[in-house]
């Protein structure tokens, strides 16, 4: 391994992240476990320098104290303790080691190196996923999001062909984003890429149906059956990649004891469809997996899109699906999509869309009467999408996305602009 590494055990602190981060920051690789790491676990990791038990308030984890294993202070390396009051406590929020005790520990008891980069961090787990791997295969479902994206490159590198990656087009997707999919992993990086076109089958079963939950069980149990039949085709495959990455594990703030385990996440495939899990992402934040993408040479409009749901289009596509409209909420996103970029909002807006609801409204078209949809544009701003603001979008740049939409998209005469933060709205409509 390149890297030198500082393991944090949780031990029921609001602050792992911040801390793990703070490391990063130093150029030192870090990595966090739960409290009750077994000796064995942690004699796995390689070129551990240093431990550091980054305790709360009291050290309880969800309820219940925790306790050091004894045997930890005989791991043969530096172990510090940084129990501090957790920000809720308001007493002191000077929460965690300051950055002279931090650098004293890493560099001066663990005499860490300072070679945490993503080129190392990548020839690292290229290593660990052929040693994981062996000559087996991998099955990776690639939807062509951030993560997804970045797994499946990371994989490519380390085990090329015994790497097979399937997309799903729900028929849900933005305009192009499947054929980019295509183009970047089958005929420039050369995949084994299965493209399986399943429109027809989502939109059927979707037909009529109103109801917002009802329509996300039905795309999420869909997507994995499709999966699975896929699956179901090939021959000797053992693992599956997943692009989960650190936050999909652990909330900030979340105690040990509530962490989702990561093969939770497999998401419903059948008990008999066995896999085990590659999972090269998972101890990175999201900016750092973007950074990740770059160094593997993946475009940067893949690297640096915008979150987009799983449900897709689907739920922007408002009530019951009908093709007219969702062709018009893709043609539409399409536009503000282009319209941002030329207007350099791309890069500063968290995330824009539209959406387009299931009633018609009067206009007038060619001095006649009409009756249409309408599209709404949403532009929001966010930290962590848990609350958002609605970005104020420069009049002449929605009156030019406002023309081209009227003029271009069919079925539509009218666009609004969705002014709600949330809370009370929430980002998306369904
Ligand atoms: P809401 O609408 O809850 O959205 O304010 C918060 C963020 O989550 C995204 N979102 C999803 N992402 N699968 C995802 O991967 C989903 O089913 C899903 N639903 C919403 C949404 O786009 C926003 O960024």
């Not at 501090?84 to 929020?93: R, S, Y």
């Not at 105690?255 to 989702?260: F, L, Q, R």
């Not at 085990?276 to 690297?303: N, S, T, W, Y």
């Amino acid at each position: 391994m390149r890297q030198d590494m500082i393991v944090i055990l949780d031990m029921g602190s609001t602050e792992n992240t911040v801390l793990a981060r703070a490391i990063r920051d130093l150029g030192v690789y870090s990595e966090i476990h739960p409290h009750d790491i077994t000796m064995e676990e942690l004699a796995r990791l390689e070129n551990v320098k240093g431990i550091i038990l980054n305790g709360g308030e009291n050290r309880i984890v969800d309820g219940q104290p925790v306790e050091v294993r004894p045997e930890l202070y005989h791991c043969g390396c530096p172990v510090m303790a940084a129990d501090h009051p957790t920000a809720k406590c308001e007493q002191k929020l000077d929460a965690l080691p300051d950055e002279e005790t931090l650098k004293e520990f890493v560099f001066g008891k663990c005499k860490a190196e300072a070679n945490w980069n993503m080129k190392n961090f990548i020839e690292d787990q290229v290593e660990l996923i052929r040693r994981q791997v062996g000559d087996k295969k991998v099955l990776l479902a690639l939807s062509g999001g951030v993560d997804s994206s970045v797994v499946a490159a990371m994989l490519l590198k380390a085990i090329g062909n015994q790497l097979t990656c399937v997309h799903v087009n729900h028929g849900l997707m933005r305009k192009h984003e499947s054929e980019d999919v295509v183009e970047v992993f089958k005929n420039q990086l050369h995949a084994n890429l299965i493209y399986v076109d399943a429109t027809e089958r989502f939109l059927g079963k979707l037909d009529g149906v109103a109801d917002p939950e009802q329509k996300r069980k039905i795309i999420g149990g869909e997507f994995i059956r499709v999966f699975e039949e896929e699956a179901r085709k090939l021959d000797g495959i053992e693992f599956l990649g997943q692009g989960t990455i650190y936050p999909d594990i652990i909330e900030s703030g979340t105690k040990t004891a509530k962490m989702v385990k990561s093969h939770h996440n497999v998401g419903g495939l059948p008990e008999d469809l066995q896999f085990e899990l590659v999972e090269p992402l998972k101890q990175l934040f999201k900016d750092e997996v973007r950074a990740c993408g770059i160094e593997l040479g993946l475009p940067a409009d893949m690297v640096y899109r915008q979150p987009f749901p799983g449900p897709g289009l689907g739920v922007r596509c408002l009530g019951a699906i009908t093709r007219d409209r969702l062709e018009a909420v893709r043609e539409s996103d399409a536009i503000l999509r282009e319209e941002f970029a030329a207007a350099g909002l791309d890069e500063k807006v968290w995330q824009y869309f539209t959406v387009v609801p299931d009633f018609k409204s009067v206009g007038m078209k060619n001095h006649e009467r009409s009756f249409d949809y309408m599209v709404i544009i949403r532009a929001i701003n966010t930290i962590d999408a848990m609350t958002a603001t609605v970005e104020k979008v420069d009049w002449d740049v929605l009156e030019k996305i406002t023309d081209r939409i009227l003029a271009e998209v069919g079925n539509v005469n009218r666009v609004c602009y969705d002014m709600s933060p949330k809370p009370p709205a929430t980002i998306e409509f369904e």
